[in-house]
Each structure stands twice: as structure tokens, then as C-alpha cells.
């Protein structure tokens, strides 16, 4: 039984595993952060956010020194999952906590 939770991860209930919602692959377990089972990139600003005028002086880009961003992907199908801007050296958030044993008796699992 899987229960979508955003765009491209779902979570099986019967196996308390988060996936993949594009291609089934099993990321880590449920009860813990799905990051934990991605694929990790981190991206030059500079690449991400180009002068939006060619030849200009200036940038709209996040200055690296106070932020870095990290893309999440599937390790299986790539597909990119989730992308979080974040000071260098703060850890990677836990941004979706599931109350598994809710979802389990919701649907009857």
C-alpha cells in the first residue's frame, strides 16, 4: 500500500519504506528522513543563478559564502526529488515527518 506525499516520493506502508514515486525504488526507511536515501548534489551557485543580463557587473546569485545548494535525487531513475538552500555547514533539515502508525490505520495496513 503506497500513499503519495509530494510530486515524486510516496511511501509504502506495508514495508515503512519511503520510494520513489517515478520509478518504485526504495529510498530508506520511513521513519527517518528519505534525504538519507538520495543521491546528494551540491551546485555551484554561480551555475544556478546566471547574470540574467550577458556582460553584466552584477548577480542576483546567493553569495557561497553564506549559502549552498543541495539537490536530492533518486539513485536509481535520477530523478531530482528535492533541492534546499542552506548555510555551509548546517546540516541537511528533516523536513517531512510522517506519523507512520496514523497512515497505517488510516488505511487499514
Known sequence: MRVRITEYLEVDLTNEQWCCQRCGQALT????????????????????????????????????????????????????????YLPPGHPMTHDIELDIDALKTRYGV
Request: include cysteine.
Open 29 to 84: 526507511g520511513a521513519r527517518q528522513s528519505y534525504k538519507r536515501g538520495c543521491l546528494v548534489a551540491e551546485r555551484p551557485l554561480a551555475e544556478v543563478h546566471p547574470p540574467l543580463v550577458e556582460g553584466q557587473s552584477f548577480s542576483f546569485c546567493p553569495d557561497p559564502d553564506y549559502c549552498r545548494l543541495l539537490e536530492f535525487y533518486c539513485p536509481t531513475c535520477g530523478t531530482l526529488l528535492e533541492n534546499e
